[in-house]
Each structure stands twice: as structure tokens, then as C-alpha cells.
């Protein structure tokens, strides 16, 4: 059997230190999730799916969410302003739509999100 | 594969692992919980240890102390003129930080302008725009002046009713921070609804916040780096409808007695949500070169987001915006 050579080191340094890098940015970035708040309870959805969703039977409200591959929106609601709806599509870390007549709202979720909180 | 190749890919793992330890001790990971409370969005943020262990508490603490003031506040609007009632310390101060925002803005901003808000149908709705007849008979209630506060009793000296949106929910977020203390947190963020509070810092840096713009709402006006410090916002785009081409937002001013659309928002950093809040509200209904003077005065950086688009930063709002 061949010696050990430095090129070898070098080369499995190189394939460790890539493997380590995508494992923990897998964890770190790409653990991107959907929460549904309503009322005093949260819900974790799938936000790779592509589905409307109907709050009315599951959660009592009469709005329709819509998750489209990486990005969700609240599509319908039953209260007067809309203003949920004007939040449009969602998808960055740490975005939210949010209906305060209702109290449901939807926030993309991240381990690290661009802003730990936001004024509005 | 030799024993010698084995063990320096066995080493690597090895050194590898222990990397990945040492920044997992350095950052701690913090995690946010909401839920919805005093007619808004309520987010808490801390360490996952933290959240675990204390936010259930802190949010029945919350509970209490929403229900706590929402009934003092309907048996002082349920008594009648002439009436006097015992209240709590805490509630006495409220009413007198009432009192202090409605000194400084000249009286237009004022507690008791609820008396004619309701009217309008604020701040649930269904909204309207109240008669001249119905407005005519509850003008003369309007005024602070008619709330006398001695050490544990208010007199009611007119028919008027009282709101505190404007920094009740404030208040009640410095509580849930002076709770977070007694329990041991150092740091963590409590967001009532955009009214917020950095307490400590975030693994050695300021926390890092985000000013939404309230029209392209995936948008931010600004971003601020926070360490036990407040900010809050006050704006025309939440609660507010349109007749006849004029927008009733739900900030009025006592003295025109008419609501006002003077900015698209109004951000303050300060000391505590409720002065931050409060202060969001009061300059609101305030000029630009009146906030000027008066930011200085009061030791608040402001950020004003005017009707036509732009964006002013005063009294040193720039400095928080510097990592």
C-alpha cells in the first residue's frame, strides 16, 4: 500500500472542510419554515408545498392561505381593511403577514433571520 | 487504507467536531414565540433555554396585566361626572403620564379624546363619521384637565372617556421586561405589535431591527442596532378608513378635534416602550420643526417617514443606525 502524501491530506482536508461547510449551512440557513399563528397557537406548515389552504375548518377562521414552493401569502380573507393581504407573497426570513382582526398570522422562520425584530 | 490515513481522517473529524462545539457555546441561539394579545401580534424572543423555561409565565403575565388595566380603565369610563373612585398606584400613573404627553404637545394630545373617537366607531370599527349635533354634545367632556388624580383616587369631573392605545401597550411591555429581569433574563426582545424592547445584547452585538415601510410592507425604512433601548411607531396605516377622499386615522387631535394624517409613520427610540410609544403618538400630531426641538428635549431620536416619501432622521437616529 501507497504512503500517506501530503497531497492526500491536503485533498481530505479540502472534502472535510466542504462537507462540514454544507452540513452546517443546511442547518443553519435552509431550515426556512412556515408558521401559522392563530390566536395563542402556533402551527409549523410545509412551505416547499404548493397548496391553498383553508383556515375555516381546521382553525375556525375564514381566510385562505396559499404556499407556493418557497413562498406564502394570506389569498383571502373575511375582514374589512385586507391588510393581510396587501402584505403580498412572503418569503425571506423573518417576513410576516398579519391579520390583527382575525389574529392569524403567517412568519417565515429561520434559525438566523435578517432582523431579530421589527417596528412597524 | 492504512492505519495512518485512518487516523489523520479520524483526527479532522475529530478537531472538526470540536470547531463545531466551540461556536455553538460562543452564539447562543435565541428563538421567537408569538401569539395574539391585546388586539395585536406579540413576539418573544430569547435564548431556547429561556423560551422554554418562561414564556408561558410571561405571557400570563401579560394576560393579567392587559386585564388588569382594560378594567380599571372601563370603571373610570363607567363612572359618571361628579363620581370619585380608588384606584391603584399603577393606574394613578399612567393617568399622569397621560398627563405629561398632553402637557407637551400643547394639549392635542389627550386621553380623554376617546369621548369623541368612539363616535367615529374607533378603534374596532364598524367606522363612521359621527353627525355635527352628536359631535356638538360630547366636546365640552374633551379635556385632561377634567381628570383630577389626588394620592389613590381620580374625580371625574366631566362625562368623558379614556383610552390608553396610544402607550398603554407599552407600559404593560416594560412590566414583561422588569418580570424578564426578576427571572433571571438578560437578554431577550418583547415586540407588542411593532412596540418593542432590546434587553442585553445579542451574543456580544446589538440587537438588529428593522423599521418597516407600512406601504411596500417587504420593505424597510430603516435598520437600527438596539441594546436596552425601546422603539415604537405610530402610523396612519392600521387602523383608519376613507369618506370623501379624506382619511380618518385613528390619531386625533384634541384640540382640532379631528383625526390627523400628518405623517405615513413615526418611529422613537427611548428608554422604555411606554415613553417610545407615547412619544410615537405626540409627535405625530406635531410639526417637523416642532419635533425638533421637542426630540431634543426629551432625548429621543425620531424617524419621520413623511406623506410625500421621505425619510427625516432626527436627534441623532442616524447613531443606532451604525453597527
Same mark, same amino acid.
Given at each position: 500500500? %501507497? $504512503?500517506?502524501?501530503?497531497?492526500?491530506?491536503?485533498?481530505?482536508?479540502?472534502?472535510?472542510?466542504?462537507?462540514?461547510?454544507?452540513?452546517?449551512?443546511?442547518?443553519?440557513?435552509?431550515?426556512?419554515?412556515?408558521?401559522?399563528?392563530?390566536?395563542? @397557537?402556533?402551527?409549523?406548515?410545509?412551505?416547499?408545498?404548493?397548496?391553498?389552504?383553508?383556515?375555516? $375548518?381546521?382553525?375556525?377562521?375564514?381566510?385562505?392561505?396559499?404556499?407556493?414552493?418557497?413562498?406564502?401569502?394570506?389569498?383571502? *380573507?373575511?375582514?374589512?381593511? !385586507?391588510? +393581510?393581504?396587501?402584505?403580498?407573497?412572503?418569503?425571506?426570513?423573518?417576513?410576516?403577514?398579519? +391579520?390583527?382582526?382575525?389574529?392569524? #398570522?403567517?412568519?417565515?422562520?429561520?434559525?438566523?433571520?435578517?432582523?431579530?425584530?421589527?417596528?412597524? | 487504507? #492504512?492505519?495512518?490515513?485512518?487516523?489523520?481522517?479520524?483526527?479532522?473529524?475529530?478537531?472538526?467536531?470540536?470547531? +463545531?462545539?466551540?461556536?455553538?457555546?460562543?452564539?447562543? $441561539?435565541?428563538?421567537?414565540?408569538?401569539?395574539?394579545?391585546?388586539?395585536?401580534?406579540?413576539?418573544?424572543?430569547?435564548? /431556547?433555554?429561556?423560551?422554554?423555561?418562561?414564556?408561558?409565565?410571561?405571557? #400570563?403575565?401579560?394576560?393579567?396585566?392587559?386585564?388588569?388595566?382594560?378594567?380599571?380603565?372601563?370603571?373610570?369610563?363607567?363612572? %359618571?361626572?361628579?363620581?370619585?373612585? %380608588?384606584?391603584?398606584?399603577?393606574?394613578?400613573?399612567?393617568? *399622569?403620564?397621560?398627563?405629561?404627553?398632553? !402637557?407637551?404637545?400643547?394639549?392635542?394630545?389627550?386621553?380623554?379624546?376617546?369621548?369623541?373617537?368612539?363616535?367615529?366607531?374607533?378603534?374596532?370599527?364598524?367606522?363612521?363619521?359621527?353627525?355635527?349635533?352628536?359631535?356638538?354634545?360630547?366636546?365640552?367632556?374633551?379635556?385632561?384637565?377634567?381628570?383630577?388624580?389626588?394620592?389613590?383616587?381620580?374625580? !371625574?369631573?366631566?362625562?368623558?372617556?379614556?383610552?390608553?392605545?396610544?402607550?398603554?401597550?407599552?407600559?404593560?411591555?416594560?412590566?414583561?421586561?422588569?418580570?424578564?429581569? /426578576?427571572?433571571?433574563?438578560?437578554?431577550?426582545?418583547?415586540?407588542?405589535?411593532?412596540?418593542?424592547?432590546?434587553?442585553?445584547? @445579542?451574543?456580544?452585538?446589538?440587537?438588529?431591527?428593522?423599521?418597516?415601510?407600512?406601504?411596500?410592507?417587504?420593505?424597510?425604512?430603516?435598520?437600527?442596532?438596539? %441594546?436596552?433601548?425601546?422603539?415604537?411607531?405610530?402610523?396612519?396605516?392600521?387602523?383608519?378608513?376613507?369618506?370623501?377622499?379624506?382619511?380618518?386615522?385613528?390619531?386625533?387631535?384634541?384640540?382640532?378635534?379631528? *383625526?390627523?394624517?400628518?405623517?405615513?409613520?413615526?418611529?422613537?427610540?427611548?428608554? #422604555?416602550?411606554?415613553?417610545?410609544?407615547?412619544?410615537?403618538?405626540?409627535?405625530?400630531?406635531?410639526?417637523?420643526?416642532?419635533?425638533?426641538?421637542?426630540?431634543? $428635549?426629551?432625548?429621543?431620536?425620531?424617524?419621520?417617514?413623511?406623506?410625500?416619501?421621505?425619510?427625516?432622521?432626527?436627534?441623532?437616529?442616524?447613531?443606532?443606525?451604525?453597527?
Amino acid at each position: 500500500m %501507497k $504512503r500517506f502524501s501530503f497531497f492526500d491530506l491536503f485533498f481530505v482536508s479540502i472534502l472535510l472542510a466542504g462537507l462540514y461547510y454544507l452540513i452546517y449551512h443546511q442547518l443553519v440557513s435552509a431550515n426556512k419554515s412556515l408558521v401559522l399563528t392563530v390566536e395563542e @397557537k402556533r402551527y409549523f406548515l410545509n412551505l416547499k408545498s404548493k397548496k391553498l389552504i383553508d383556515l375555516s $375548518r381546521e382553525y375556525g377562521k375564514n381566510m385562505v392561505v396559499e404556499i407556493d414552493s418557497g413562498r406564502a401569502r394570506i389569498k383571502e *380573507s373575511d375582514c374589512k381593511d !385586507k391588510i +393581510c393581504i396587501s402584505f403580498g407573497f412572503i418569503s425571506k426570513c423573518g417576513e410576516s403577514a398579519i +391579520c390583527v382582526p382575525n389574529r392569524v #398570522s403567517i412568519h417565515i422562520e429561520c434559525d438566523e433571520n435578517e432582523y431579530d425584530a421589527v417596528s412597524r | 487504507m #492504512s492505519i495512518l490515513q485512518k487516523g489523520i481522517i479520524f483526527c479532522f473529524i475529530t478537531i472538526l467536531l470540536l470547531g +463545531c462545539d466551540k461556536v455553538d457555546k460562543g452564539h447562543e $441561539r435565541y428563538k421567537t414565540n408569538s401569539y395574539f394579545m391585546l388586539g395585536t401580534i406579540v413576539e418573544i424572543t430569547l435564548s /431556547e433555554k429561556d423560551l422554554n423555561d418562561y414564556f408561558d409565565n410571561l405571557k #400570563s403575565e401579560m394576560k393579567n396585566l392587559g386585564e388588569r388595566m382594560v378594567g380599571d380603565i372601563n370603571r373610570l369610563n363607567s363612572m %359618571k361626572k361628579g363620581d370619585r373612585g %380608588k384606584f391603584d398606584k399603577y393606574f394613578l400613573d399612567l393617568i *399622569s403620564s397621560g398627563g405629561y404627553f398632553s !402637557k407637551i404637545s400643547g394639549g392635542r394630545f389627550d386621553i380623554t379624546i376617546y369621548t369623541l373617537m368612539k363616535l367615529y366607531g374607533f378603534p374596532e370599527g364598524p367606522y363612521r363619521v359621527p353627525e355635527n349635533n352628536e359631535v356638538k354634545n360630547v366636546v365640552g367632556e374633551i379635556s385632561f384637565e377634567n381628570i383630577e388624580i389626588d394620592n389613590d383616587s381620580i374625580l !371625574k369631573k366631566s362625562d368623558f372617556k379614556i383610552d390608553m392605545g396610544a402607550y398603554g401597550k407599552g407600559w404593560i411591555v416594560d412590566q414583561m421586561v422588569n418580570k424578564m429581569k /426578576e427571572y433571571g433574563i438578560k437578554k431577550g426582545i418583547i415586540n407588542a405589535g411593532g412596540d418593542l424592547f432590546c434587553l442585553g445584547d @445579542k451574543n456580544g452585538k446589538s440587537w438588529r431591527i428593522g423599521i418597516q415601510d407600512p406601504i411596500e410592507k417587504s420593505r424597510t425604512i430603516s435598520v437600527i442596532h438596539l %441594546k436596552n433601548k425601546a422603539v415604537a411607531t405610530s402610523g396612519d396605516y392600521e387602523r383608519f378608513f376613507d369618506v370623501g377622499g379624506k382619511r380618518y386615522t385613528h390619531i386625533f387631535d384634541a384640540k382640532k378635534l379631528e *383625526s390627523i394624517d400628518n405623517y405615513r409613520s413615526v418611529s422613537v427610540i427611548a428608554d #422604555s416602550v411606554e415613553k417610545a410609544d407615547g412619544l410615537s403618538t405626540v409627535y405625530y400630531l406635531m410639526l417637523v420643526d416642532e419635533i425638533k426641538d421637542m426630540c431634543n $428635549r426629551e432625548n429621543t431620536p425620531v424617524l419621520l417617514y413623511l406623506l410625500d416619501g421621505t425619510i427625516l432622521k432626527l436627534c441623532g437616529w442616524e447613531n443606532f443606525e451604525k453597527v
